[in-house]
């Protein structure tokens, strides 16, 4: 059984920054598309951002430029590196594991339990 773990959520002021974390266990991780997603209230889980097994990394448009996915498979951890943030950014980000990258949220497999993100104007 995968699990998946998401810690480093947190209230920041706007312009802030944090770095979410997700531990992964259970199966092979290195082998895993890994990404984060984010559901704010009354809106669609978004595609934040996601690293392959290969570490290429991929950005959703109002990321790009601000977030950096990270992984280290040695410790099966994946980074989310968040810098700018804006009151926007505000959302309960998850944490996701597939065998390829999607940029949609449907396809992945195990999903952490989210960790909450806010940002004060």
């Known amino acids: 059984q995968v699990r998946l773990v998401e810690s480093g959520g947190g209230l920041v002021q706007a312009g802030g920054s944090l770095t979410l974390s997700c531990a992964g266990s259970?199966?092979?991780?290195?082998?895993?598309?890994m990404a984060w997603l984010r559901q704010a209230p009354g809106k669609e889980r978004e595609f934040v951002a996601a690293?392959?097994?290969?570490?290429?990394?991929y950005y959703g448009d109002s990321v790009k430029g601000r977030f950096a996915v990270s992984r280290d498979n040695a410790k099966n951890i994946v980074y989310l590196q968040m810098i700018s943030l804006k009151p926007e950014d505000t959302a309960v980000y998850y944490c996701?594991?597939?065998?390829?990258?999607?940029?949609?949220?449907?396809?992945?497999?195990?999903w952490g339990q989210g960790t909450q993100v806010t940002v004060s104007s």
């Open positions: 259970g199966r092979i991780f290195s082998g895993d598309a």
């Open positions: 690293i392959g097994s290969t570490y290429r990394t």
């Open positions: 996701a594991s597939n065998p390829v990258v999607s940029l949609a949220s449907g396809v992945y497999d195990y």
